[in-house]
């Protein structure tokens, strides 16, 4: 090869490495976004959960408190 061919062979491979390191840093910053926005949604999801089971102790509280309702009709129907 003459020397301005593996010019041109180094500078296409300067070029791929490149656009191989650009998009390995594009990727990098996708995947911390989508790891920040997993652990917005789990910190969400907990706190949904903790807020379901406090309804669900207020719920068995009440039930727990009053007669079971009866399952038959009232005498007037």
């Known amino acids: 090869m003459t020397d301005h061919a ?7 491979v ?3 490495l490149d656009s ?3 998009h390995i840093a594009h990727q990098d910053q996708m995947l911390q976004e989508l790891s920040e ?3 917005d949604q789990r910190a969400e ?4 959960k903790a807020r ?3 309804f669900l102790d207020r719920i068995h509280a009440v039930e727990a408190q009053g007669p079971a309702p009866e399952s038959r009709p009232p005498p007037h129907w």
């Open 52 to 54: 379901l089971n406090q």
């Open 20 to 22: 191989i390191e650009a």
């Open 14 to 16: 300067t070029e791929r």
């Open 45 to 48: 999801f907990d706190a949904i």
């Open 6 to 12: 593996t010019d041109d062979v180094s500078d296409d």
């Open 37 to 39: 926005v997993m652990n």
